[in-house]
């Protein structure tokens, strides 16, 4: 059995050092488009990928939302039901906050 949990957009950054430094042809200059600031995703399976939400994010997240949705915990988390993560765009990261909705 799976918690319910709610996927939360806590920040979209940008790296443009990084964008100058490495890309030949930057194909984008901002944060990332595919999720908003504050956006909020309700799962109840941890297996199925809410509408909306980017695929390489889902993928990179994914442990995260596994180990929050069944139970699992973060021992350095202030809120034990709770857990960060990113995806791994070096280049305009996305931080998530997964909560376990009891």
Same mark, same amino acid.
């Given at each position: 059995?799976?918690?319910?949990?709610? *996927?939360?957009?806590?920040?979209? %950054?940008?790296?443009?050092?990084?964008? #100058?430094?490495?890309?030949?042809? +930057?194909?984008? @200059?901002?944060? !990332?488009?595919?999720?908003?600031?504050?956006?909020?995703? *309700?799962? #109840?399976? +941890?297996?199925?990928? +809410?509408?909306? &939400? !980017?695929? =390489?994010?889902?993928?990179? *997240?994914? +442990?995260? *939302?596994? %180990?929050? @949705? =069944?139970?699992? %915990? /973060? #021992? &350095? &988390?202030?809120?034990?039901? =709770?857990?960060?993560? @990113?995806? %791994? #765009?070096? /280049?305009?990261?996305?931080?998530?906050?997964?909560?376990?909705? &009891?």
């Amino acid at each position: 059995m799976f918690h319910k949990c709610k *996927i939360t957009v806590v920040r979209r %950054t940008v790296d443009k050092e990084l964008i #100058d430094t490495y890309l030949d042809k +930057p194909y984008f @200059s901002g944060v !990332c488009d595919q999720v908003k600031d504050g956006q909020e995703f *309700i799962i #109840d399976n +941890p297996f199925q990928m +809410p509408e909306g &939400m !980017c695929a =390489s994010a889902w993928a990179d *997240i994914r +442990p995260y *939302i596994l %180990t929050i @949705s =069944s139970g699992g %915990t /973060f #021992d &350095m &988390m202030k809120n034990k039901n =709770s857990a960060i993560a @990113s995806c %791994t #765009d070096l /280049f305009r990261p996305v931080v998530f906050k997964i909560e376990r909705i &009891m």
